[in-house]
């Protein structure tokens, strides 16, 4: 089986509509503050940035076969975590596609909080390939040519 | 009270540097993601990179960032963003995201402004690109005001 072929099978092997399974943690008065501080925002809204939950709850799955790294996102927030309450994840397999020769797949993550607050919905556009093969082997070369 | 925007409006916007160890350190909070290409060179170069490489979420942060200060509780609570990184940003990359506004109506009885999104390189190159929308801005940072993420 060529490289492209095991790169394919796995991805084929992962349904839409994939349930990614649930977790859960508290957003602590720490974590926003170093989040703000790194990011050099001292108000910053949403440290859930950071926490990537589409890529969270995929990894927690399919790390052993599976990466995606992400080309983009499609996100909607609305209410901002508050410190010291825990979040609830749940995530799913949303889409898949072939564009340009690549697979990707579109992993769609609910946040929301214990007194059920909605806090994001966030979808990452992940460009999908087997662990066989280096992650962006082949964007990289492209965008280091034209870094020169 | 906050002026409307208008289509044509560019938002307030920042630049700033990323730096290596924040870039770094991205990585460990919220979620430890352990040894990566955004945060290990060894990790990188096995990735077929040659040095490590901001995270595209890294560059989601200056997009909140500019959309918070120009847009407030609008932003914040309701807004909507679709992004995608086509150029990867390095340690030492001054980066400055960009806003034009598009498109002012209204959906579902409420305003919603459409914002073209960019970010930009110090060299002029394009990092990322993309779409927010919101209502229009608010004066009101509640979640600062209401201890929320604080």
């Known amino acids: ?148 | 009270m906050a002026e409307p925007l208008k289509v044509g409006d560019k938002l307030a916007s920042f630049t700033r540097e990323i730096e290596e160890a924040k870039m770094v350190l991205f990585e460990r909070v919220v979620w430890d993601r352990g040894s990566n290409s955004h945060s290990d060179p060894e990790a990188a170069k096995r990735d077929g990179m040659s040095k490590t490489i901001a995270s595209g979420q890294n560059q989601m942060a200056f997009y909140h960032e500019m959309l918070e200060r120009n847009f407030g509780d609008a932003w914040v609570y309701g807004g909507k963003i679709s992004a995608r990184y086509i150029h990867p940003v390095y340690g030492g990359d001054r980066l400055t995201p960009h806003g034009l506004v598009t498109e002012v109506g209204e959906v579902d009885g409420k305003p919603r402004v459409t914002v073209r999104l960019w970010v930009e390189r110090q060299d002029g190159t394009k990092t990322s690109v993309g779409t927010a929308w919101a209502g229009q801005p608010s004066d009101k940072r509640s979640w600062i005001r209401e201890g929320k993420a604080s």
């Not at chain 1, 349930?19 to 170093?34: F, N, P, Q, R, S």
């Not at chain 1, 050099?40 to 990466?67: D, I, Q, S």
């Not at chain 1, 983009?72 to 927030?77: I, K, L, M, P, V």
């Not at chain 1, 690549?102 to 390939?129: N, Q």
């Open chain 1, 1 to 148: 089986m060529s490289e492209a072929d095991q790169s394919n099978a796995v991805w084929e092997s992962i349904p839409v509509g994939d349930d990614l399974g649930t977790m859960d943690y508290v957003m602590t008065e720490k974590m926003i503050a170093d989040y703000r501080e790194v990011v050099g925002n001292p108000t910053a809204a949403y440290p859930t940035v950071a926490a990537r939950h589409p890529a969270n709850l995929f990894y927690r799955k399919y790390r052993a076969v599976m990466r995606v790294p992400n080309t983009g996102h499609d996100s909607q927030f609305f209410n901002p975590p508050i410190a010291g309450k825990r979040i609830f994840v749940k995530a799913t397999v949303a889409d898949k596609y072939i564009r340009r020769e690549k697979t990707y797949l579109i992993i769609e993550a609910t946040a929301t909080d214990e007194d059920g607050r909605l806090i994001e919905i966030s979808r990452l556009v992940g460009l999908a390939r087997p662990t066989t093969r280096p992650a962006l082997a082949d964007v990289a070369g492209k965008w280091e040519k034209k870094n020169g």
